[in-house]
């Protein structure tokens, strides 16, 4: 079995958890290829020795690796997805972090979980992406255009509202006045738009959210669409430029610039174990069930 393994960050209490995971992995005679900056660091932490393959994108992923173990939390998880693109390299996320919806397999339980890999007894999700082109293009976003939670547009060096002009297949659906708008897949329903009052949708539902952030007609409502609807937005405020993000990664834009949103043609696949369902990571990252009348 080969799995490629990738971290983004480091953290004193991640430092137990990848001993446990590379440990594992040995002595199960599972090949891992390390992901080269994530590599290095484990080197100058002196946490490994050993030298390992290593992999930058995802040409070096192909069929022959079983998932990509991701340590970290979901910000982790989701520039993982930059690297596993369109690869069909399945994630598994192991929870270093705090709150987290997609890192779902926790510290405390890494043996046991670990071992459901190495019996392949385990299942994945697909999850929707986004993309965005932007016309005129924006050399910034153009080849990482792509996000798995969200596109998010917002002001920029202003206090002003700015107003997104908003069409749902070429059909002009509302301008917001407001501090931005949000675009979310499923997976991202449970972060920036839940934060801005959006309703969470289970990861196999074939919808988008449309949330404002902080609009000024109290009336602007979040709006659940399909996800073969075709969005596009124009841009204008007080200042020339305006902020993008996909996931974590922001870059500006030009007022009036058109900006065009759609799912791409592939799936990101999460792998989940038995036992820790959505359904369940709900319930136990909102406390769900906590009230003592229930």
Known sequence: MKVAIYGQYYQNSTEPIIKDIFQFFKSNNVEMVIEETFLKMLYEKDL???????????????????????????????????????SGVPILGINAGRLGFLATV?????????????????????????????????DAIAELNFAMNEVTVSRKDTTSMITVETYLNNEYLNSYWADGLIIST??????????????????????????????????????????????????????????????SRISSVKNESVLTIKKTDYKIKMVEIPGETFLKTLRNKLLWGEDKRN
């Open 48 to 86: 490994i020795q050993k030298e390992y393959k290593t992999f930058s994108s995802s040409t070096s992923l192909d069929s022959s690796f079983e998932m990509l173990i991701s340590i970290g939390g979901d910000g982790t998880i989701l520039r993982a997805a930059t690297l596993v693109r369109n």
């Open 106 to 138: 926790q510290k405390e339980k890494i043996d046991s979980f670990l071992q459901f890999v190495i019996d392949k007894k385990y299942t994945t999700t697909e999850r929707t992406l986004l993309s965005l082109t932007c016309e005129p293009q924006n």
């Open 186 to 247: 499923p997976t991202g329903s449970t972060g920036y738009s839940l934060s801005c009052g959006g309703p969470i949708l289970t990861p196999n539902v074939a919808s988008l959210v449309i949330t404002p952030i902080a609009p000024h007609n109290l009336t602007a409502r979040p709006l659940v669409i399909p996800d073969d609807t075709e969005i596009k937005l124009r841009v204008s405020g007080r200042e020339d430029q305006y902020l993008i993000s996909l996931d």
